[in-house]
């Protein structure tokens, strides 16, 4: 179709008049886009130079603000306000009152930025507020610089137009509008999932390329939607995971710190150079803290404010003492020490000490260290009954029940050889009568200790009554007669002598075997009775084993 011929058309016509009447919009709206978005540019910059300007002087201001220097804090103020473009800036302090100000308050401005100041602490990696700054901004420059490029900005916008209308006019002429009315009615007729395609005899120009790149990007972008959407939701089940996993740490982490703060003991965790990163509210209490006291804390505290290394400051060293105030250490070793409160200058609390390495998972060198100290007061009292429940109070010797314990774990143990011998103290009532009951207590603390130097390591020996005293010995009754008769001799020359008058000293023993068949212990001191008796019926000072074919004998006094 020729030029003229086209342009003669009312739809031609109707065409190119729109399209220079769109020229002309897209230039005005361009140009105004562009002046725009240029003041809107330079006035972001402004402000976010200001505000970065702000948030890295914010950390020097507020360890000004925290020393109370007003010169210095002045000072940087005034630095400020010649570097960016503030026409007022001030500091304030948390209770709203002004520290310091420069510039003026009264002058213009396009923005107030209001930034905190807080104080780091250290010890809890916390911060504390302790004021604010305020800046008011001038964005005046942009503006004027905005209006500065506006008619050059209109000039080149203009240019282009004419020049990109010109263009397309042509390029419209010959791709688009003498096909336009074909694709038109393909997009018509044919439903919108079928290809696009040019109802004409030939195929090799420029907009059969551009609907075979179109139906090609099609194509590809429902590949591209589908794998889009695979991958949202692997991404979906990704962040939900681990939002679980996040919220499972939290969950662990507040568990662990409950334990630790329900425990009795106090828990320090330490870095490798001492510093204490946490402590348990055991520990608190132990150094007479509290928690809203150590968690404002400013200062750091390590691990030798709470014990001294009394040779070597090596953590791995067997000899420490516990230092809670100076001055009032108590030196010990192997990990035991004695614990002073604070609140108690004359009690001694003995404490246990225990160190722990930590390590990462990625090297097995330790990174740190856990102390734990435990309080053994409790552990003491503990250890004290259950000796006074075992034992004879005059000669420190294991009593009755505590060796009749032993006696029913010996008939349940196979293969060892085991035996009892009773010993009783030959003509014992004469001296207590004579030389009154305090000689006698001592003369049974002395025969406790010959019997205790005569037995094996591994026997048993109790006081079971006033002058008895039982044995189990872990051996047969033949070798159990033989340090039985060791007893003997070792308490005959015991030369026990009361007001200058030495008194003769004998015992009497009588030896049975544990057999696997006894079921009473009662069956086994009567055995152990029987021979001792026969031995006092027999003269006393010897030693009977008991034989099982020999009839009972009565019982003398």
Same mark, same amino acid.
């Given at each position: 179709m020729p030029i003229k011929t086209y342009l003669q058309q009312n739809l031609a016509k109707r065409v190119l008049i729109s399209f220079f009447l769109f020229s002309i919009v897209l230039t005005t709206v361009s140009t105004i886009f562009i002046l725009l978005s240029q003041y809107s540019n330079e006035k972001d910059g402004i402000i976010s130079n200001t505000q970065a300007l702000i948030n890295t002087q914010s950390e020097s201001i507020s360890q000004i603000l925290w020393n109370i220097d007003k010169p210095l804090a002045k000072i940087s103020l005034t630095s400020l306000m010649t570097s960016a473009n503030f026409t007022y800036i001030a500091i304030y302090t948390d209770t709203g009152d002004l520290f310091v100000s420069a510039g003026s308050e009264n002058s213009k401005f396009s923005k107030i930025i209001t930034k905190p100041l807080f104080f780091k602490n250290t010890l809890n990696n916390k911060k504390i507020k302790i004021g604010e700054i305020k800046a008011y901004i001038s964005t005046a420059s942009a503006k004027q610089h905005a209006l500065e490029n506006m008619l050059s900005v209109i000039l080149i916008q203009t240019i282009k137009a004419i020049i990109t209308s010109l263009i397309f006019l042509l390029l419209i002429y010959h791709l688009v509008i003498r096909h336009i009315l074909a694709l038109t009615? *393909?997009?018509?007729?044919?439903?919108?999932? /079928?290809?696009? +395609?040019? #109802?004409?005899?030939? *195929? #090799?120009?420029?907009?059969? !390329?551009?609907? #075979?790149?179109?139906? +090609? /990007?099609?194509?590809?972008? *429902?590949?591209?939607?589908?794998?889009?959407?695979? #991958?949202? /939701?692997?991404?979906?089940?990704?962040?939900?995971?681990?939002?679980?996993?996040?919220?499972?740490?939290?969950?662990?982490?507040?568990? !662990?710190?409950?334990? !630790?703060?329900?425990?009795?003991?106090?828990?320090?965790?330490?870095?490798?150079?001492?510093?204490?990163?946490?402590?348990? *509210?055991?520990?608190?209490?132990? !150094?007479?803290?509290h928690d809203a006291v150590s968690s404002t804390t400013n200062t750091t505290l390590f691990i030798n404010d709470v014990i001294s290394f009394t040779e070597s400051n090596d953590i791995g060293s067997n000899k420490i003492s516990l230092n809670i105030e100076k001055g009032n250490a108590k030196y010990v070793s192997k990990l035991t020490a004695y614990h002073i409160p604070p609140d108690e200058k004359d009690t001694l609390t003995p404490v246990q000490i225990n160190l722990i390495p930590t390590k990462t998972n990625t090297t097995s060198q330790a990174n740190g260290f856990i102390v734990i100290i435990s309080d053994l007061t409790n552990k003491e009292k503990l250890e004290k009954m259950s000796y006074i429940a075992t034992h004879d109070h005059l000669t420190n010797l294991y009593n009755r029940m505590y060796l009749e314990t032993k006696i029913k774990k010996a008939i349940k143990t196979k293969n060892e050889a085991y035996s009892v011998a009773i010993i009783d103290l030959d003509k014992f009532k004469p001296v207590n009568d004579t030389c009154g009951h305090q000689t006698g207590d001592i003369l049974l603390q002395l025969v406790a200790k010959t019997l205790q130097a005569t037995i094996q390591p591994n026997d048993v020996l109790a006081r079971i009554g006033g002058d008895e005293f039982a044995i189990l010995f872990n051996a047969d009754t033949a070798a159990s007669k033989i340090t039985a008769e060791k007893i003997i001799t070792n308490i005959e020359n015991m030369n026990f002598t009361h007001e200058e008058k030495e008194l003769p000293i004998s015992c009497s023993i009588g030896i049975t075997e544990i057999k696997p068949s006894d079921k009473k212990l009662t069956d086994i001191f009567a055995r152990a009775d029987n021979a001792c008796y026969q031995v006092k019926n027999n003269g006393r000072g010897s030693v009977k084993v008991h034989e099982y074919s020999v009839a009972k004998l009565k019982t003398i006094a």
């Open positions: 009615k *393909h997009i018509l007729t044919k439903p919108l999932s /079928s290809k696009l +395609k040019l #109802d004409r005899t030939y *195929h #090799d120009d420029e907009l059969q !390329l551009l609907v #075979d790149t179109v139906n +090609k /990007s099609r194509k590809k972008r *429902h590949k591209i939607i589908k794998t889009i959407n695979k #991958d949202n /939701s692997k991404l979906a089940k990704e962040v939900q995971y681990r939002k679980k996993a996040e919220n499972k740490a939290q969950a662990s982490k507040e568990q !662990l710190l409950y334990v !630790l703060n329900s425990l009795t003991k106090s828990v320090f965790f330490c870095k490798e150079d001492g510093e204490i990163l946490f402590m348990n *509210h055991m520990a608190l209490k132990m !150094l007479n803290h």
